[in-house]
């Protein structure tokens, strides 16, 4: 048991926080993003590069990139 908390602790309660954070930012649909976004436009920016950086990973992970893709177009 700890009687202190120590600096890299804190670092990763915050790490772990905030990649909670914008898991559940992310999973919101557009209009209820955009509803959360009037009420802390501050975050505009963090939410941004956190739907970038899902992007390159599902294109790592799966070959395509979503936000380019259309899927009409797969089955001609």
């Given at each position: 048991m700890y009687d202190h908390v120590t600096a890299e602790m804190e670092r990763q309660i915050l790490e772990a926080l905030e990649e909670r954070f914008l898991s559940s930012v992310?999973?919101?649909?557009?209009?209820?993003?955009?509803?959360?976004l009037t009420w802390v436009p501050v975050i505009e920016d963090t939410v941004q590069k956190a739907q970038q950086e899902a992007a390159q990973v599902a294109t790592k992970l799966v070959g395509v990139d979503f936000r380019s893709h259309d899927p009409s177009n797969e089955n001609r």
């Open positions: 992310l999973a919101l649909d557009d209009d209820e993003r955009a509803k959360l």
